[in-house]
């Protein structure tokens, strides 16, 4: 047998060990999501129009699912639904490296559709809702049409190795890596335990914008985030920072470019203050930033921060 043969055989294997795991979500197919655990599919959380989202899987039986656990933040969420049969799809034990053959899969009206590709960069970030950056993805070729986001990404053995989440134009996807971490996340969020991303309430420039300002009116050059807006009884505003301050280090993150924030904000404990290194003029303060729990911080709530347009 020839290695396009044996390639052949081995992809619609393939096929057949994804097809049964995989879901189509939403009623005009707006996005895909693979079924992790009995009752239990996860998805992309921008994949959400409402609390409930209507289910289809590979015997043609359509589900009305619920909203058990969200992480807008990382745009994931994990659906309650009657899975019926459906296998959960096993995770590899392994990221892909650079070059590995993938598989990705998604669903529409006319059924299961499976894509063969290659991992082109195996550690890469991106760009998720709100601008957050997402971390532990990876870049791979696997062609995917309209609808194909929060699908599974396997090897041929049809192991789960990533979560498709994001095109990037050019014919390539970024795909959330199958991690410890990424397990963890599923997790809490089949167990209800919702991830809300901290949000300061400020509009920052980066480092290179506070610069020329400060040298147009002769203070001294202080790599940091020029806050040129701020949220009214946001965190930010109650702890006292002013439009026009610098923030310089935040939790003990240096920040100079906006994802420097980002980075500190998601390792906080939303339980304690943030510490904020600031710049005032020539005036260097310290602030406790608090963050206040939302009492109606439900699943379906923190899903909802994390609606957006597909990409």
């Known amino acids: 047998m020839s290695l396009i043969s044996e390639l052949e055989a081995q992809l619609t294997h393939t096929a057949a060990l994804v097809a049964p795991s995989t879901v189509s979500v939403g009623r005009d197919h707006r996005g895909a999501g693979v079924v992790v655990a009995p009752g239990k599919v996860l998805t992309n959380a921008h994949n959400l129009r409402d609390r409930t989202v209507q289910i289809t899987f590979d015997d043609g039986r359509v589900e009305q699912a619920k909203v058990v656990g969200a992480d807008p933040g990382h745009d994931l969420v994990v659906l309650d639904v009657d899975t019926g049969d459906a296998p959960a799809l096993e995770w590899a034990d392994r990221a892909p490296g650079l070059g590995a053959f993938v598989v990705a899969a998604a669903r529409d009206g006319a059924g299961v ?93 980066p480092s290179h914008v506070a610069h020329k300002l400060r040298a147009a009116v002769g203070l001294d050059q202080r790599d940091g985030l020029l806050v040129r807006g701020l949220v009214d009884g946001g965190p930010a505003a109650v702890a006292g920072v002013r439009i026009g301050d610098l923030l310089v280090s935040a939790g003990g993150v240096d920040l100079v470019r906006p994802d420097d924030l980002f980075t500190a904000l998601s390792s906080h404990d939303a339980g304690d203050p943030l510490v904020v290194a600031v710049v005032r003029g020539s005036e260097e303060l310290t602030l406790d930033v608090r963050f206040v729990a939302d009492t109606a911080d439900t699943a379906a709530d923190a899903a909802a921060d994390a609606v957006t347009d597909e990409a």
């Open 113 to 205: 559709r499976v894509t063969l590709g290659t991992v082109s960069q195996p550690s890469r970030s991106f760009r998720g809702p709100g601008g957050r950056p997402i971390a532990l993805a990876l870049e791979h070729t696997a062609p995917l049409a309209r609808g194909s986001s929060g699908g599974p990404l396997t090897d041929l053995e049809g192991r789960l190795v990533a979560v498709n989440t994001h095109r990037l134009g050019k014919g390539f996807t970024a795909a959330q890596v199958a991690s410890d971490a990424l397990r963890s996340t599923v997790d809490d969020l089949s167990a209800g335990r919702s991830r809300r991303p901290l949000r300061l309430g400020v509009e920052v420039a």
